[in-house]
Structures are given as structure tokens and as C-alpha cells.
Antibody
Framework: EVQLVESGGGLVKPGGSLRLSCAASGFTFSSYSMNWVRQAPGKGLEWVSSISSSSSYIYYADSVKGRFTISRDNAKNSLYLQMNSLRAEDTAVYYC?????????WGQGTLVTVSS | EIVLTQSPGTLSLSPGERATLSCRASQSVSSSYLAWYQQKPGQAPRLLIYGASSRATGIPDRFSGSGSGTDFTLTISRLEPEDFAVYYCQQYGSSPKTFGQGTKLEIK
């Protein structure tokens, strides 16, 4: 069974940093591109970042470019999102999602709250 | 970037009725790379439809997708109580893979 479990969310002050993790199981992690998608409270879905299976290709939404860094460790079946210079508008539930073109598997999400 | 516009914003219907949700793209979606997701409160989105019309594993056949180019439709033939949720379309034919703003399907 495919499982994606996010962790690392929490309350952080504006300008602060946070690192999210996504632990994958039930599939060959190293064969799939992975993504981070976020959802602000009461809002819709926003793609944040993608990373290819071997980390050769990395993409970011304009809203996070230069502040967030996506990475992965295929030996540990894990996906990461380093978030720096956090702003109030980064407050959201962050989901990791497996890429099959569309996103056929999602984690349960981790809440990031940016507030003073 | 392809902008997806979903309509209506909110759809109020009763169980047993037919629901028709629309997703319009600002430019043609290549190869009908259009997906639909269902999201219930406090849950992650769930894939319903991919390739504009293919049902994902385990999705009941009352859900169907259609369309091509810039106009796509999700139809729920007979609404069950568990179908009341928010629905999102997503295009994955070009980067970035954008989502529509969602349609809330509520019980009338």
C-alpha cells in the first residue's frame, strides 16, 4: 500500500525557517517524481515545487522561488522542503504528492502557521 | 501558465440528482491531460479522473469526465450523500501544473 506521511509543520515567526519531510513507503520511491502542494486555510490547491526521480529537474512556483528548496534522499525514501524567509501568506497545509503526471497519491498534510 | 476556471463556485443539489461541474482552460490542454480531484473537509484530495475521462482505481462509475481542448466536464450521475465535497480540476500537460479554484458541491 502506498503511503506518504508528512511531518515537520508547526508555528514559526515571519522570517523564520522550517523543514518539512515526507516519508514514502509501498512503492519504489526512486522511480517517481514528487511534489509539494499547499492549501491555505479555506482556499484552493497551489502547486509549490517538484523534483524528478534523480533530482535532475527541480521546479518552483514563483511565489516560493528563492526561499524554498526541495530535495530528496532516495536511500531513505524521503522528500524534503526547506522553507526559509517564511511569510504570513505561506500559512497552509502542505501535502506531498506522488507524480504520475496527475497526482495519484497524497499524504495527509502538515500544517505550517507563520505568525508572530 | 494555463489558468483553469471552474464553474459554478457552489452547486446546491439533492441526493439522487445529477451534478455537472465545468472546468475551462485559458489555452488548450495538451493531450487532454486534465484530472479531477475530490476533497472532503480535513482530508487530502483524492484523484477521481485522469486523462479527462479515465476513472482512477476504485472510483464508482457514477463519476464520469469528458471534454477536450479548453472545455472539460465532471458529471456525477446520481448524487450519493458522500459525494458532497469540493472538486478541483488540474491540468498536467504543461508546467506549472495548475489547479482550478474549486467547485463546492453542497446539499440542498
Amino acid at each position: 500500500e502506498v503511503q506518504l506521511v508528512e511531518s515537520g509543520g508547526g508555528l514559526v515567526k515571519p522570517g523564520g525557517s522550517l523543514r518539512l519531510s515526507c516519508a514514502a513507503s509501498g512503492f519504489t520511491f526512486s522511480s517517481y517524481s514528487m511534489n509539494w502542494v499547499r492549501q491555505a486555510p479555506g482556499k484552493g490547491l497551489e502547486w509549490v515545487s517538484s523534483i524528478s526521480s534523480s533530482s535532475s529537474y527541480i521546479y518552483y512556483a514563483d511565489s516560493v522561488k528563492g526561499r524554498f528548496t526541495i530535495s530528496r534522499d532516495n536511500a531513505k525514501n524521503s522528500l524534503y522542503l526547506q522553507m526559509n524567509s517564511l511569510r504570513a501568506e505561506d500559512t497552509a497545509v502542505y501535502y506531498c504528492a506522488r507524480d504520475g503526471g496527475y497526482y495519484n497519491y497524497w499524504g495527509q498534510g502538515t500544517l505550517v502557521t507563520v505568525s508572530s | 501558465e494555463i489558468v483553469l476556471t471552474q464553474s459554478p463556485g457552489t452547486l446546491s443539489l439533492s441526493p439522487g440528482e445529477r451534478a455537472t461541474l465545468s472546468c475551462r482552460a485559458s489555452q488548450s490542454v495538451s493531450s487532454s491531460y486534465l484530472a479531477w480531484y475530490q476533497q472532503k473537509p480535513g482530508q487530502a484530495p483524492r484523484l477521481l479522473i485522469y486523462g479527462a475521462s479515465s476513472r482512477a482505481t476504485g472510483i464508482p462509475d457514477r463519476f464520469s469526465g469528458s471534454g477536450s481542448g479548453t472545455d472539460f466536464t465532471l458529471t456525477i450521475s446520481r448524487l450519493e450523500p458522500e459525494d458532497f465535497a469540493v472538486y478541483y480540476c488540474q491540468q498536467y500537460g504543461s508546467s506549472p501544473k495548475t489547479f482550478g479554484q474549486g467547485t463546492k458541491l453542497e446539499i440542498k
